[in-house]
């Protein structure tokens, strides 16, 4: 296994096919679960017989023919108390969304309890809907004697009034998976209290005033199982607009308590990439598994921009490297076919279908490049260390996996003078045709003020194929640093209406 490994696919498959036992120091999980859901929702008996579709930002979990096909196989082909438990939940909870869920889990902790060390440690991130049910499942998958704590995440949000106390908490369970585990001793300082009354007992053991002091400044109070950390605040750098994204301060608490440096950590719902980005920076070894690309793009751009990884230093499974890969993602998910092409020429996507649902606009874009089109009140034309504002520039991206005609072409047209971009890229699996060249080629050019008299082509049609081959558009030098600007401004308006920060 590589460091530094991003798989794109279900993290079941990838658990199974590619992993081998015993690998990982330390397993950290943060599965979906949409809790904001209402509860008597959730527990409703459903029988929905379509195929489990697990797209990043929704519930995933629903009672399905593949989560029978899963529960049949746990309690026939595992072990006695896995079958036990398995016919349990099902007699307690009929067959829902929650079934589902702990179905969906069970096989996949299973498979993460065989890829973990003697040595290591796996921490469940959750929420209070199904965390009794999970610490169950947790209790016979490691054990119970392996159980070590149940975390407490406190934070502080904006919730809506309701006839019960606030929920401001997740829940994080900590298992081992032996007693000989890693464990560095975490210390919260001593509070100003504390402290007073260790001066006093200084003061009447003179004799012991050095050692004393010592430990006192150095040490403080083992960290306890409450911990207290913000939500990312709106304004902080390492926000990137992934609704679920967990702060860094977090996973920085666990991954120095049970790892070391050079040890392995997995994440096998890594989301945008919080743990791999903790663990780069503790110069941990890391693997993480996401199923949609959105996640696999958002992290090589989390790790570029703020770590300075580049993509080479990554490697990334499960993603198209040749046309029938490409196909073939289309085929099956036009979707996850769409990310993928988008990262190809660093595009932002701007209309994710999580975002059309919030939004609810489909403007008919699928993403957007920014590139510097000038330096307003700086010191001249085309100058880039003068002071002064840069403007942006835009290119808007349309990804096609199906036929393609002329018309789509005179309507990308259309979107880019509405939008007021300065250029469209038409990105296709099939090769245009004639008159589409000619459209786009009749659209003529621009330039900006940066680059004076070049020129570049208004509409651009880019094969996939042409893509693979490295082509890339022909657009003033990229600005890397801004392609998630518009994303992090839509999550922070929705954080300001949703979740409002009340900081520590
Ligand atoms: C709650 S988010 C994780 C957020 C992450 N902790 C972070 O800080 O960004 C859950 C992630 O699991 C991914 N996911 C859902 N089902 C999956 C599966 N079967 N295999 C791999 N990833 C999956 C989703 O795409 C989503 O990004």
Same mark, same amino acid.
């Given at each position: 296994?590589?460091?530094?490994?991003?798989?794109?696919?279900?993290?079941?498959?990838?658990?199974?096919?590619?992993?081998?036992?015993?690998?990982?120091?330390?397993?950290?999980?943060?599965?979906?679960?949409?809790?904001?859901?209402?509860? !008597?929702?959730?527990?409703?008996?459903? =029988?929905?017989?379509?195929?489990?579709?697990?797209?990043? $930002?929704?519930?995933?979990?629903?009672?399905?023919?593949?989560?029978?096909?899963? %529960?049949? #196989?746990? +309690?026939?082909?595992? !072990?006695?108390?896995?079958?036990?438990?398995? =016919?349990?939940?099902?007699?307690?909870?009929?067959?829902?969304?929650?079934?589902?869920?702990?179905?969906?889990?069970?096989?996949?902790?299973?498979?993460? #309890?065989?890829?973990?060390?003697?040595?290591?440690?796996?921490?469940? #991130?959750?929420?209070?809907?199904?965390?009794?049910?999970? @610490?169950?499942?947790?209790?016979?998958?490691?054990?119970?004697?392996?159980?070590?704590?149940? /975390?407490?995440?406190?934070?502080?949000?904006?919730?809506?009034?309701?006839?019960?106390?606030?929920?401001?908490?997740?829940?994080? %369970?900590?298992?081992?998976?032996?007693? !000989?585990? /890693?464990?560095?001793?975490?210390?919260?300082?001593?509070?100003?209290?504390?402290?007073?009354?260790?001066?006093?007992?200084? #003061?009447? $053991?003179?004799?012991?005033?050095?050692?004393?002091?010592?430990?006192?400044?150095?040490?403080?109070? *083992?960290?306890?199982? +409450?911990?207290?950390?913000?939500?990312?605040? *709106?304004?902080?750098?390492?926000?990137?607009?992934? *609704?679920?994204?967990?702060?860094?301060?977090?996973?920085?608490?666990?991954?120095?308590?049970?790892?070391?440096?050079?040890?392995?950590?997995?994440?096998? $719902?890594?989301?945008?990439?919080?743990?791999?980005?903790?663990?780069?920076?503790?110069?941990?070894?890391?693997?993480?598994?996401?199923?949609?690309?959105?996640?696999?793009?958002?992290?090589?751009?989390?790790?570029?921009?703020?770590?300075?990884?580049?993509?080479?230093?990554?490697?990334?499974?499960?993603?198209?490297?040749?046309?029938?890969?490409? @196909?073939?993602?289309?085929?099956?998910?036009? %979707?996850?076919?769409?990310?993928?092409? =988008?990262?190809?020429?660093?595009?932002?996507?701007?209309?994710?279908?999580?975002?059309?649902? &919030?939004?609810?606009?489909?403007?008919?874009?699928?993403?957007?490049?920014?590139?510097?089109?000038? &330096?307003?009140?700086?010191?001249?034309?085309?100058?880039?260390?003068?002071?002064?504002?840069?403007?942006?520039?835009?290119?808007?991206?349309?990804?096609?996996?199906?036929?393609?005609?002329?018309?789509?072409?005179?309507?990308?047209?259309?979107?880019?003078?509405?939008?007021?971009?300065?250029?469209?890229?038409?990105?296709?699996?099939?090769?245009?045709?004639?008159? &589409?060249?000619?459209?786009?080629? !009749?659209?003529?050019?621009?330039?900006? *003020?940066?680059?004076?008299?070049?020129?570049?082509?208004?509409?651009?049609?880019?094969?996939?194929?042409?893509?693979?081959?490295?082509?890339?558009?022909?657009?003033?030098?990229?600005?890397?640093?801004?392609?998630?600007?518009?994303?992090?401004? /839509?999550?922070?308006?929705?954080?300001?209406?949703?979740?409002?920060?009340?900081? $520590?």
């Amino acid at each position: 296994m590589k460091n530094r490994t991003l798989f794109f696919g279900d993290n079941l498959e990838i658990l199974r096919k590619k992993i081998p036992s015993e690998s990982f120091d330390l397993i950290y999980l943060d599965p979906p679960f949409n809790s904001s859901r209402d509860y !008597n929702v959730l527990f409703k008996e459903g =029988l929905q017989d379509s195929p489990a579709q697990v797209h990043a $930002f929704e519930d995933s979990w629903h009672w399905s023919r593949e989560s029978k096909h899963t %529960f049949d #196989h746990l +309690v026939t082909k595992t !072990n006695d108390n896995i079958a036990k438990l398995m =016919l349990a939940l099902e007699k307690i909870l009929g067959h829902n969304d929650v079934l589902a869920y702990l179905v969906m889990m069970t096989v996949r902790l299973i498979e993460l #309890h065989r890829v973990l060390k003697k040595t290591g440690s796996l921490y469940l #991130h959750c929420d209070p809907t199904a965390s009794h049910y999970l @610490k169950i499942v947790l209790d016979v998958v490691f054990g119970k004697k392996n159980f070590r704590n149940e /975390i407490i995440w406190h934070y502080r949000r904006w919730t809506a009034k309701a006839k019960k106390f606030q929920r401001l908490h997740d829940i994080i %369970f900590f298992y081992s998976k032996s007693d !000989n585990y /890693i464990w560095n001793q975490p210390y919260i300082p001593y509070t100003e209290g504390s402290l007073k009354r260790k001066e006093h007992t200084l #003061h009447r $053991f003179k004799g012991e005033e050095k050692y004393l002091v010592k430990k006192t400044k150095e040490e403080g109070v *083992p960290e306890n199982d +409450v911990w207290q950390i913000p939500f990312i605040p *709106p304004s902080a750098k390492e926000r990137l607009g992934y *609704p679920t994204q967990k702060p860094e301060a977090l996973l920085e608490k666990i991954i120095k308590a049970s790892s070391n440096e050079g040890d392995w950590i997995l994440d096998p $719902f890594c989301g945008c990439g919080t743990t791999v980005a903790v663990a780069e920076k503790l110069k941990r070894k890391w693997v993480g598994v996401d199923i949609t690309s959105l996640a696999i793009n958002l992290i090589k751009y989390r790790l570029r921009n703020r770590l300075g990884i580049g993509k080479k230093q990554i490697y990334t499974d499960g993603l198209p490297t040749d046309l029938s890969g490409a @196909k073939e993602l289309f085929k099956k998910d036009p %979707f996850e076919f769409e990310y993928w092409a =988008l990262d190809l020429v660093n595009a932002i996507p701007s209309q994710s279908k999580s975002r059309d649902k &919030m939004r609810g606009a489909d403007k008919g874009i699928d993403g957007v490049i920014y590139f510097h089109k000038n &330096m307003a009140n700086g010191n001249g034309n085309g100058n880039r260390n003068g002071k002064g504002k840069w403007e942006y520039g835009k290119a808007i991206v349309q990804v096609k996996g199906g036929s393609v005609q002329r018309s789509q072409i005179a309507t990308l047209k259309g979107d880019v003078e509405r939008e007021k971009a300065e250029a469209g890229i038409f990105i296709t699996l099939e090769e245009p045709t004639k008159p &589409m060249t000619s459209e786009a080629v !009749n659209a003529g050019s621009f330039s900006t *003020p940066l680059t004076g008299k070049i020129e570049f082509p208004r509409i651009q049609i880019i094969t996939v194929k042409e893509l693979l081959r490295g082509k890339i558009p022909n657009l003033p030098q990229g600005l890397v640093e801004n392609y998630y600007k518009e994303a992090e401004a /839509i999550d922070i308006e929705e954080n300001q209406t949703n979740k409002i920060d009340l900081k $520590f």
